[in-house]
């Protein structure tokens, strides 16, 4: 009788520590699957980019700041934008936050996304900025990239890049000329000149990363 | 009772056959997007921006309506596509409409939007919201949207669910069910 009982309370505990342990193991993923907000630390990565070199954010020394931009080849979005990030990054490289692009997307799923295909592109369209390759899919899940365009601006500080702004690079996807709110650029701006961003956030219709 | 077998093997086989179909065709990416409009003064389907797509999403009729944003360039959107006009056809009674609102730029709505809804022969009803002022619009569909689609919101007078995710029909099915009793 005495065996039974042990042998029940035993039982509880097990379970007890069981749906513990699962419990935390989905808050856990779960914090993961968010990504950054405004005001988190982004981490840094070495990746490869279109030149066959590897680069990692610590290996700009003197940049005050960054423009991540998770985007692709394929997306209809991305491609109306890929203008515009060449000109974030003519604008901005000089004065010290250079544009960063980073391909999420896995080119099984999407074969016009293969490093190949990169490269084709970044010659084609003479991209002046690094176009890295997230292989293995580890970068943009860490930031919390959901489609591409996706950016993330971030500013270099004593305790490391500090995301400043998440969101859309401008208000208008269709036609550079209708564009009212240049979000990037007032967000840029804004933090090199010290001052409050606002808006920090923005969304846009994106393609999922695939 | 033979019969019954046969009938359905066949129903099982062309729904395979048609799911083959169906993911071989969403493969095709999309190389290069014109920026260019084409004229789209002919468009079969209604053309909204925000302002007057809104009350789409508002209606107080009884029904229960499904709100799918797809766009024919995004593969999950048309993976899931066959389980939403299942639901269409099948929730009737229920007083359930499926509304299918295209994100398609303007320069796809003759080129891909047209033809994908002619050859998939799409029942559901089809529009077209266009309003590029996405951060605006966005979170009026719902706050807890990031903007990724597949997207979709189920609504009646009681009750409302925004769900930024695709579906199985079995799920489709399963959320369409907290609704209609």
Same mark, same amino acid.
């Given at each position: 009788?005495?065996?039974?009982?042990?042998? +029940?309370?035993?039982?509880?505990?097990?379970?007890? $520590?069981?749906?513990? /342990?699962?419990?935390?193991?989905?808050?856990?993923?779960?914090?993961?699957?968010?990504?950054?907000?405004?005001?988190?630390?982004?981490?840094?990565?070495?990746?490869?980019?279109?030149?066959?070199?590897?680069?990692?954010?610590?290996?700009?020394?003197?940049?005050?700041?960054? =423009?991540?931009?998770?985007?692709?080849?394929?997306?209809?979005?991305?491609?109306?934008?890929?203008?515009?990030?060449?000109?974030?990054?003519?604008?901005?490289?000089? #004065?010290?936050?250079?544009?960063?692009?980073? @391909?999420?997307?896995?080119?099984?799923?999407?074969?016009?996304?293969?490093?190949?295909?990169?490269?084709?592109?970044?010659?084609?369209? +003479?991209?002046?900025? *690094?176009?890295?390759?997230?292989?293995? #899919?580890?970068?943009?899940? /860490?930031?919390?990239?959901?489609? %591409?365009?996706?950016?993330?601006?971030?500013?270099?500080? &004593?305790?490391? @890049?500090?995301?400043?702004?998440?969101?859309? !690079?401008?208000? @208008?996807?269709?036609?550079?000329? #209708?564009?009212?709110?240049?979000?990037?650029?007032?967000?840029?701006?804004?933090?090199?000149?010290?001052?409050? !961003?606002?808006?920090?956030?923005?969304?846009?219709?994106?393609?999922?990363?695939? | 009772?033979?019969?019954?077998?046969?009938?359905?093997?066949?129903?099982?086989?062309?729904?395979? /056959?048609?799911?083959?179909?169906?993911?071989?065709?969403?493969?095709?990416?999309?190389?290069?997007?014109? %920026?260019?409009?084409?004229?789209?003064?002919?468009?079969?389907?209604? $053309?909204?921006?925000?302002?007057?797509?809104?009350?789409?999403?508002?209606?107080?009729?009884?029904?229960?309506?499904?709100?799918?944003?797809?766009?024919?360039?995004?593969?999950?959107?048309?993976?899931?596509?066959?389980?939403?006009?299942? !639901?269409?056809?099948?929730?009737?009674?229920?007083?359930?409409?499926?509304?299918?609102?295209?994100?398609?730029?303007?320069?796809?709505?003759?080129?891909?939007?047209?033809?994908?809804?002619?050859?998939?022969? =799409?029942?559901?009803?089809?529009?077209?919201?266009?309003? *590029?002022?996405?951060?605006?619009?966005?979170?009026?569909?719902?706050?807890?949207?990031?903007?990724?689609?597949? &997207?979709?919101?189920?609504?009646?007078?009681?009750?409302?669910?925004?769900?930024?995710?695709?579906? %199985?029909?079995?799920?489709?099915?399963? /959320?369409?069910?907290?609704?209609?009793?």
């Amino acid at each position: 009788m005495k065996r039974t009982r042990i042998l +029940g309370w035993s039982a509880i505990l097990v379970i007890f $520590v069981a749906a513990f /342990a699962m419990g935390f193991k989905v808050a856990n993923e779960h914090s993961l699957d968010k990504g950054y907000e405004v005001g988190d630390m982004a981490t840094d990565f070495s990746l490869k980019n279109v030149d066959d070199t590897m680069v990692s954010l610590s290996d700009f020394e003197e940049a005050k700041g960054f =423009i991540v931009i998770f985007t692709c080849n394929t997306c209809p979005y991305a491609q109306a934008y890929e203008d515009r990030i060449m000109d974030l990054d003519a604008k901005y490289k000089s #004065q010290g936050v250079p544009v960063i692009a980073i @391909n999420p997307n896995d080119p099984a799923a999407k074969p016009g996304d293969s490093f190949a295909k990169m490269k084709e592109r970044a010659a084609e369209k +003479g991209f002046t900025f *690094p176009y890295l390759f997230d292989e293995g #899919q580890k970068v943009y899940p /860490a930031y919390g990239a959901t489609r %591409t365009p996706h950016v993330f601006i971030l500013e270099k500080t &004593a305790s490391g @890049n500090e995301v400043k702004y998440i969101g859309a !690079i401008d208000d @208008n996807y269709q036609d550079a000329s #209708q564009v009212e709110e240049k979000f990037v650029e007032n967000a840029v701006d804004a933090m090199l000149a010290g001052k409050e !961003i606002n808006p920090k956030t923005t969304k846009a219709i994106g393609c999922g990363i695939k | 009772m033979n019969r019954l077998i046969v009938l359905v093997l066949v129903i099982l086989v062309g729904a395979c /056959a048609e799911k083959k179909k169906e993911s071989q065709e969403a493969d095709g990416e999309v190389n290069e997007v014109s %920026t260019e409009k084409t004229a789209n003064a002919d468009v079969k389907f209604p $053309v909204y921006d925000f302002e007057s797509f809104e009350p789409l999403l508002h209606k107080d009729d009884g029904a229960t309506y499904v709100i799918n944003f797809w766009a024919t360039w995004c593969k999950p959107c048309i993976e899931e596509m066959p389980h939403f006009e299942r !639901i269409n056809a099948e929730q009737k009674e229920n007083n359930v409409k499926v509304i299918l609102v295209s994100l398609d730029m303007p320069n796809m709505w003759k080129s891909r939007l047209e033809p994908y809804v002619e050859n998939k022969d =799409i029942q559901s009803e089809v529009v077209i919201l266009d309003d *590029p002022k996405q951060n605006d619009w966005i979170p009026k569909v719902s706050e807890e949207w990031g903007g990724g689609i597949p &997207a979709t919101l189920i609504y009646n007078k009681e009750k409302r669910t925004f769900y930024e995710r695709g579906f %199985t029909y079995e799920e489709l099915n399963e /959320a369409l069910h907290q609704f209609i009793k």
